[in-house]
């Protein structure tokens, strides 16, 4: 099995190196905050992902799995080091801050004296690659020994040890053909399991990614401006998508309307796409990817109008919130669109109660203006209006009886599209969808 090392142990590390290591690979991974370093020895993991703490404490109980914030011994301890550093939007700018990849490079190249294989990961504008190989060639003791491979991560918050344990296809952007032999055995188990390996270039390997998001993140815009059309005419988004869906061209995955995309990566993937694009002369090419961020940002305004609309004025109202992470099974609540239109009603004047199953810590650490209630039967007590907002599976198994008698009103917006209509409106609710057909009466 090969010694591997692991830069960087955020989602996408912590999740990269417990899941080598299950597979028998020597792994240590490393990262500058000690604090961080010292929770994942013992197992804890700082994030919420299913069957991640499993993972992580059997990999350490194992041997397999180490921690530690000294460079050298990575250097040394290992022949395959996976950069799986941050890539954030930067400040000011739609365009990446490559701080922690320029650091992460220049730390680690001088103490490169031996041949190795250097792994990146994280999602990177096109060209950066390329930077890194030249960079570790010309400033590590082993020079043109040090060889780069891009290989994109896919991973999706809620599904991330399957997503690595059994990728639907591993990219590899190699300069040397003999490192695609040694990254097959990486990855051996999952080749075994019929991943495809695509074996390309650097540039095509880091636009995999960026291309693969902006796609999605088309499509996802795409039908929720359909449930725009759809509201003014008096159609159901709905069965317009399981009707286009049926094409095989275009597919039934990904379009489903509500309250748009957020988290840390497709907001900040779009956008860092078209400042590279701008930077290469291309910015009218990728003029479009401005639209979708556009109409993804007004699903937020959306579900505030409407509740505007609901309740004729939002000041001095008690609204319940059902969800504050971007997405089930995931407590990151960065660029959510659940937590965005919770302090839009707060701003405006509403009394707001928010709940959600994992979140509800991240909304306490940064002391909003919302109530975050645990008890999600307790969220709804006297609620003039309730919001669901993030697609948790204890949301749709609700007993929407039992629920109306705690609130002022039984009026509920179903921002995902998904609660079952027969099942709320017996149960006296008034339940309104976004591009499907009902109006919100006055009650």
Not at 311 to 320: A, C, N, Q, V
Request: proline residues 4%.
């Amino acid at each position: 099995m090969a010694r591997l090392s692991v830069i960087g142990t955020g989602y996408l590390g912590v999740t990269h190196a417990a899941c080598m290591a299950s597979l028998g690979h020597s792994v240590v991974a490393l990262d500058i905050d000690e604090v961080k370093i010292a929770a994942l020895s013992v197992g804890t993991v700082p994030f919420h992902e299913p069957e991640l703490p499993e993972l992580l404490q059997a990999s350490i109980a194992s041997g397999n799995l180490a921690f530690t914030s000294s460079w050298s011994d990575v250097a040394v301890g290992a022949d395959v080091h996976f950069l799986c550093v941050g890539t954030p939007q930067s400040a000011g700018s739609d365009a990446a801050d490559m701080g922690q990849i320029r650091a992460a490079v220049a730390t680690l190249a001088p103490l490169l004296s031996k041949p190795c294989i250097v792994v990146g990961k994280s999602t990177v504008p096109v060209g950066t690659a390329q930077w890194i190989a030249d960079y570790f060639e010309a400033n590590s003791p082993a020079g043109k020994d040090v060889h780069l491979v891009w290989n994109p991560e896919f991973l999706r918050e809620g599904f991330a040890v399957k997503d690595t344990l059994y990728p639907d296809r591993i990219v590899l952007g190699v300069s040397h053909s003999s490192d695609v032999e040694v990254l097959r055995e990486v990855y051996a188990s999952a080749l075994k399991n019929d991943a495809p390996l695509i074996s390309t270039d650097y540039a095509t390997a880091e636009l995999v990614k960026v291309a693969a998001n902006a796609f999605l993140a088309t499509k996802i815009s795409f039908i929720n401006a359909f449930a725009d059309l759809a509201d003014k005419v008096g159609a159901d988004v709905g069965t317009l998508a399981d009707a286009i869906g049926h094409d095989s061209r275009i597919g039934r995955r990904f379009l489903n309307a509500g309250i748009g995309f957020g988290g840390g990566c497709l907001p900040k993937d779009i956008r860092a796409l078209q400042a590279r694009a701008n930077e290469l002369g291309l910015g009218e090419q990728f003029e479009f990817l401005k639209n979708v961020d556009s109409v993804n940002k007004s699903r937020r305004a959306r579900m505030v109008e409407l509740a505007r609309e609901a309740l004729g004025s939002i000041d001095g109202k008690t609204i319940t919130i059902l969800g504050a992470a971007f997405k089930p099974d995931s407590d990151d609540i960065r660029d959510s669109p659940a937590l965005d239109i919770a302090l839009a009603l707060a701003n405006s004047g509403a009394a707001v109660q928010l709940h959600d199953p994992v979140a509800l810590p991240q909304v306490r650490a940064r002391n909003l203006p919302v109530t975050a209630i645990d008890d999600v039967s307790e969220a709804f007590a006297n609620a003039d209006l309730v919001l669901h907002l993030t697609e948790w599976k204890n949301y749709r198994d609700l007993n929407p009886a039992t629920l109306g008698e705690k609130v002022s009103c039984k009026r509920i917006i179903d921002g995902r599209n998904v609660l079952d209509r027969e099942v709320w409106s017996n149960a006296g609710w008034h339940i309104t969808y976004l591009g499907k057909p009902g109006s919100l009466a006055a009650l």
